[in-house]
């Protein structure tokens, strides 16, 4: 499956974005979906995942603020960003992968990669 994201940019602290991952194949529902962010820097980190039937995890830092949701009908998922922080300034990629979830969260099981998209923050 091959991934593209889109919707970043830059927006002021307690802004909103809305970024989104299409995926091309048939088979995008078998998919555990994730986002992951790298800032300068720092080493990639997993944001928030779904699984193929609809859980959702988050990291303690984005958890209120992001959610993640996926349409297998269109097959994108997205993941709406609310009360922007500069810390959350990050190019953010898009990740598909089979597996438990756990494992998606660690970069394991994940078969593509979107390219990222820039998200940036600003006080």
């Known amino acids: 499956v091959q991934l593209q994201a889109s919707g970043g940019g830059s927006v002021r602290s307690g802004g909103s974005l809305r970024l989104s991952c299409a995926a091309d194949g048939d088979t995008f529902s078998d998919y555990a979906m994730g986002w992951f962010r790298q800032a300068p820097g720092k080493e990639r980190e997993w944001v928030s995942v779904?699984?193929?039937?609809?859980?959702?995890w988050y990291t303690d830092s984005t958890r209120g603020r992001f959610t993640i949701s996926r349409d297998n009908s269109k097959r994108t998922v997205y993941l709406q960003m609310n009360f922007l922080r500069p810390a959350d300034t990050a190019v953010y990629y898009c990740?598909?992968?089979?597996?438990?979830?756990?494992?998606?969260?660690?970069?394991?099981?994940?078969?593509?990669w979107g390219k990222g998209t820039l998200v940036t923050v600003s006080s």
């Open positions: 990740a598909a992968g089979q597996g438990p979830l756990r494992s998606i969260t660690q970069q394991m099981g994940i078969h593509s």
């Open positions: 779904i699984s193929a039937s609809g859980t959702t």
